[in-house]
């Protein structure tokens, strides 16, 4: 064997060796697929596809009870109806997330929650219900 196939031998034989399989569950890695694929859409302005990837990431995450997953799909979701201008869409969106978020991890995304909601109620000319939402989120600054 000449030296150039010694070392193509020995370039593959560490190569095997410094790969990792991913021995987490079939369905975590699937509902991680799924939820990439879905923001490489939604990227691309794919929004239907990127809707179905979601979607399947929602379904995968429910059913291992996995709040983060859920939260994250719906986070998204919201996003992407919000995309396409279906308001009706991204207030059920985030009222479904705000319900895990306040469950689970409220102070991540809670502030990301309003901001959306309040960017719907602009989007809608509806003034009156953006101020309440975004107040909160505005830093205070002293006159000293």
Same mark, same amino acid.
Request: charge should be positive; charged fraction near 5%; avoid cysteine.
């Given at each position: 064997?000449?030296?150039?196939?010694?070392?193509?031998?020995l370039l593959? *034989?560490?190569n095997g060796c410094a790969s990792v399989s991913d021995t987490r569950p079939e369905i975590i890695r699937k509902s991680e697929?799924?939820?990439e694929h879905g923001v490489?859409?939604?990227?691309?302005?794919d929004y239907v596809m990127a809707a179905e990837f979601f979607n399947k990431a929602l379904a995968h995450y429910r059913s291992i009870d996995d709040s983060h997953g859920i *939260?994250?799909? *719906?986070?998204? *979701?919201a996003e992407t109806a919000m995309a396409t201008g279906n308001a009706q869409a991204v207030i059920q969106r985030l009222e479904q997330a705000e319900s895990v978020a306040r469950r689970s991890?409220? &102070?991540r995304y809670l502030d990301r929650i309003q901001l959306m909601r309040a960017?719907?109620?602009?989007r809608e000319h509806d003034e009156q219900r953006v101020m309440p939402l975004l107040t909160p989120l505005l830093p205070e600054? &002293?006159?000293e």
């Open positions: 064997m000449n030296k150039a196939g010694i070392i193509f031998l593959l *034989l560490l697929y799924y939820l490489t859409a939604f990227g691309n302005s *939260l994250l799909s *719906l986070i998204n *979701l991890q409220p &102070s960017q719907v109620y602009w600054f &002293s006159a």
